[in-house]
């Protein structure tokens, strides 16, 4: 890199004389990527957060911020790009083609590498979807770059370098990870884990039309047809402005149905620590955490969940944390708005009966009981 300004602290100092300098065919990379994923004519949210996340880091460089849709031709792909004005983005790079119709890693690796390639960007962000967790995986090889996965913090230090910072050793520590002599420098970030910016109607900029240089013939994969997973639109925790989650302390699976009907009273969506995913109470798409879901809700509810840092790094982002908990000790009270030192399985029956008691007639209308063992159902108004 040529402008290594300083080595403030004692482990920035340790990292600076590690540092190489950048070579000569490095220092033509600028400004910061998102890649927009969508699938489907849909956009991840997970993309307008990371512009988010993206614009505060260009604008710490005073650099561009530019989204990366690449996608089939069509209306789905335009709008992706328009929308990208308005969560900030001042350009966009758009590879449209029909052999990008489904997500196929070949393609999309092709297409994200070759624009890499022509348009060099220094950091590059992705969505730590499914998606993206296998595009970045292997673009990073191809481009033979250093690629931070699931990271929780994103900042540029004094010497301009991304500081991309995870947990480690099974969530007790935080890291910070520097790719400091390869470019781009890519990360990519979990779901819920950066802030929703606000969506600001723009005028659009600039945007750049890359052809892929690729026909179907190429690809060796196929895709047949496309059924989409049963299970996928069940469980929106993530994006649940509510939610009620049990831990351990309930003792039973029995007592963990609590947590269900109080969530269903509340119109909220239901949680839980890893144990009870274990123990196979609650399936994995429940499991709140380091190695669950990111959750960013307005009110969190906690019973019988000690706040391990690995639970602990999934809810931090809630507004209001709500828990309940026999140990006044119990880790959960460090980072609670509000804790209750009690039996939570007396708690929980009680508080449904009262919220139950409380919510007008509409939004009891509006309200849906989940049965556990079947589909979602209509609670009755009165
Ligand atoms: C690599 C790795 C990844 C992990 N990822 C995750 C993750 O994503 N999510 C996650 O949750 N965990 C995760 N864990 C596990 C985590 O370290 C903890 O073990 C787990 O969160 C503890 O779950 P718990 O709070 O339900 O149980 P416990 O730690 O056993 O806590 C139970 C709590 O209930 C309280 N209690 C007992 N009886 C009652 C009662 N009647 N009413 C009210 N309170 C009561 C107790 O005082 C206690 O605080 C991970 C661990 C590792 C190593």
Not at 304 to 320: C, K, P, W
Request: charged share 20%; aromatic share 6%.
């Amino acid at each position: 890199m040529t402008n290594v300004i300083k080595a403030p602290a004692s482990s920035a100092a340790g990292r600076a004389a590690a540092k190489k300098e950048l070579p000569e065919h490095f220092r033509a990379y600028k400004h910061v990527w998102v890649f927009v994923e969508q699938e489907r004519g849909e956009v991840h949210p997970v993309s307008w957060e990371l512009m988010g996340a993206g614009r505060r880091l260009a604008d710490k460089l005073k650099v561009d911020l530019a989204a990366v849709v690449i996608g089939p031709e069509g209306e789905a792909a335009r709008n992706a790009a328009l929308q990208s004005f308005s969560y900030g983005a001042n350009l966009v790079y758009l590879v449209a083609d029909q052999v990008l119709a489904d997500y196929r890693n070949e393609a999309y690796t092709k297409a994200l590498t070759d624009l890499v390639n022509s348009y060099k960007p220094e950091i590059l962000l992705l969505g730590a979807t499914t998606l993206g967790r296998d595009l970045a995986g292997s673009v990073a090889t191809t481009l033979l770059t250093g690629l931070t996965a699931d990271c929780t913090e994103l900042d540029v230090d004094s010497d301009g370098s991304l500081a991309a910072t995870r947990p480690t050793f099974g969530g007790s520590l935080l890291c910070t990870i520097y790719t400091l002599n390869y470019r781009p420098q890519m990360a990519t970030v979990r779901p819920r884990v950066m802030p929703m910016p606000e969506c600001i109607a723009r005028d659009p900029g600039r945007i750049i039309l890359h052809s892929l240089d690729l026909i179907e013939a190429d690809i060796v994969s196929k895709v047949l047809s496309f059924v989409p997973d049963r299970d996928s639109s069940i469980s929106s925790l993530a994006y649940a402005d509510v939610v009620v989650a049990g831990g351990l302390g309930l003792g039973s699976v029995e007592n963990f149905e609590l947590v269900r009907q109080l969530a269903a009273v509340l119109g909220a969506e239901h949680g839980c620590s890893r144990p009870l995913v274990q123990k196979g109470w609650v399936t994995s798409d429940r499991q709140i955490g380091q190695t669950g879901k990111t959750i960013r809700p307005k009110l969190y509810i906690a019973a019988g969940i000690s706040g391990a840092i690995q639970h602990r790094v999934g809810v931090e982002g809630a507004d209001l944390i709500i828990a309940i908990n026999t140990d006044k000790n119990a880790p959960i009270f460090d980072f609670a708005h509000i804790g209750v030192v009690t039996d939570a399985v007396r708690l929980l029956p009680a508080l449904a009966a009262a919220f139950q008691a409380r919510l007008s007639p509409r939004l009891r209308d509006r309200v849906v009981s989940h049965d556990f063992r079947g589909a979602p159902q209509r609670r009755r108004g009165p």
